[in-house]
């Protein structure tokens, strides 16, 4: 808390820090100061800048990489232009905002200028026979002209009939068209009345040009060039676009710098105060508490910074904190959504699981490869940072775990080697030759995996000091599973076998009796107790399909490698063909292969995924942390180098 | 002819393998283009993602396809070495064909629909894409078990 007057240099400083939450709550004190003026203003600028920069995108788009395209435009600037750039903002977001202005003002008049013209050009164009002056068109003293257009089958019965009638009454033909005739009649004004009428009689409409003055066909040449300089008009607006889109860069740096200040005005709502101080509380994390705390107490002497651990009845805001390696699993469990507060972050622990899935789905050294440097490539192009930058790191991990699974299940870019130089790669077992070992080794992966997840379980209990429930819950499940496992299949484990399976059958029939006694632990009813207990032995059929499920990995696995398999069948076809042979099986390979990487990549980071979700977090992971939000610089178009000095 | 028939049958194996999930991949990913294209409209930045979400029930396609190949591959239609089957073994083709063939062609209906769904979440909260891809990957586990189960089939079959 402190003085009022501190508030905009708090609320800049925890914006720079980045690192606090604040809460909405403070207190129950009101807040005493209301942004809602600077925030009117802030966002009229705002609006400005968005239509400056949504005019020069319509005009000139940004040029965009590859990758950029994907990931969307940002502007990198330094420290030094970022502060020139955002140096008397609102003047220049006004200057920017009238040079947008002007040029889509003279863009609209320009078009709307060269729609009357091409209107009038199409108007007099079949005219362009008359050698009179449209403006002599006219009732005179003595004669009366018109123009007009008739019938091209009857007229000239019609105005032989209205000639008859009228005395004087004559006609000359400008043009005839297939279903229009264009006239110019003559009628003495002494009878101009019945002229008219007469006229109107034998089907003359009559044509007016009050607009213009000379011949058409000058008229028309006059306007021809008018749209000549209406082009060149548009080649200046295009020098004016050209000017303005060089402000770009600057609409951009405005527009965050507007934007940040909104957010500080905007997280002013949630500070509390009286008259004349100010408190605002928030969330921060305890290893930043500190420099937090020298920063905001340099500010002034005045302000006091207070800590204290999260009460009883809170819900603390959820941050994952892990090492290196295992903080590039956070995305994946980010995805599914944060941990509650205090149960397990499972990244750590599906990180290894993810790493060999992925690998298995993609089953291909060479591809391992390509993915990694793909990825490697990716971090230096974009400079990514955050969950961008994990996500990254990630995918070079789970290249690297495919080259170590490529190469024990022998594929380089399939068998390529075995097709080219007789090669046989595989290590461990070749997928194409024994399939079922592959399915095998899934299930067992599976195995692994959803033991792994029920140990984790039992060690949450036991940290929970919940000793029983890890016991009841997880050691007799685990009990339970393994013995299924030795009464089904220790038959044929060798000599010994037989004496297995009986053993796995007692130790069965003990932990299911373990089990009938315990999973109803939370019935009162003795019967109520039994009956539950019994019902949870059905849960068996969960952890069957479960295992089921990972025989995806094996399904993926086995498509690259054919797929891969047929690429090289179909592509080498063609290299006996002399000279040019070798250069189409080399492109067609290079091709073939990247496209089973990409449709491969998707289906093994997703069911490598789904497998961590639904099979793994189902037996220990506690959902509906709320994510810990700071209070920082978030912008849209600009990243700043060494932003936290900005 | 009757002693084409049983290769008649095996082609038949390999066509109901690559139409029918062919059929479904191209109706679940046009269900997802065509929804797309209208948030590109409004947001040409989100292709990217939109692209993503489209070639999920594309996989379809690409599963009975491969089925195709494998039989293909097992009845000599690959280079030339047709082998001529009994009546018998093209039925077992047929039935081998038959999971992916049905579940490959609803279910990328279906996961198109999931998809198409799903660009609504990229349309207004792009930073939960990644849960509308797993939402469609979970249709994805029936195709994936039926492909398996089409082509351990076809291993299995003796020719």
Redesign the interface.
Known sequence: MGHESRIGDVVTTLQRLGTVEVSADTADLSCPFNPAAGLAHVDSVMSELKYSIDIMGRHRRISKTAIE?????RLRLTDDEWTTYVEDGAENAHRIYAMARAVEQSLADLAAAETRILTSCEQLEPWKELRVPVEQVTAGRYVGLALGTAEPRSYEAALGDAAAAVDGLSWEVVAAEKDKVRLMVAYPMSAADDAIRALAQAGFAKVSFEQYSGIPSDIIAQLEDDLRSIEAQRAQIGRDIDALVEERPRAFALYDFFALERARLDVTHKFGGTERTFVVEGWVQLANLQEFRTAIEQIADDIVVLDRPPGEDEEPPVELENNRFASAFE?VTK??GYPKQGSLDPSPFLGPFFLVFFGLCMTDAAYGIVIAALAYWLIGQTRARGMGRQFLNLLIMSGLATVFVGAMLGGWAGDLLQRLFGWRTAILFDPMEE?TKF?ILSFALGVIQIYTGIILKAYDNIRRGDWLSAIFDQVFWLVFLTSIGLALGGGYLGPSGPAIASAGQKLLLASAIGLVLTQGRHHKNPLMRIGSGLLSLYNTTGYMSDI??Y??L???G??ST??AS?MN?LMLRPAGIPVIGPIIALIGLVFGHLFNIL?NI??AY??S??LQ??EFFGKFFEAGGRRFMPFGMSTKYVDVENAKGA | MEGFLGTILGFLGVALAIITPGIGSSVGVGLVGRSGAGVITEDP?K??SIL?LE??P??QG??GF?TG??IMIRIGA?GGGLRTLTVGQGILFIMAAMPIAVVGWVSAIFQGRVAAAGVGIVAKRPEEM??A??LA??V??YA??S??AS??LV?SVNV
């Open positions: 395209s994907f990931t969307g435009y995305p995805m599914m399939p399915l089921v499920s025989a995806r094996f399904g993926l086995f498509t054919v797929l047929v069948d449709i998707i289906g997703v069911h995924s789904r979700y639904v | 930045d292709f990217g993503l070639a999920i594309g996989t690409v599963y491969l190949l494998m690959l990644g849960k891809v797993i990957a979970m994805e586990t994936v078990l492909l398996l082509l351990l291993f």
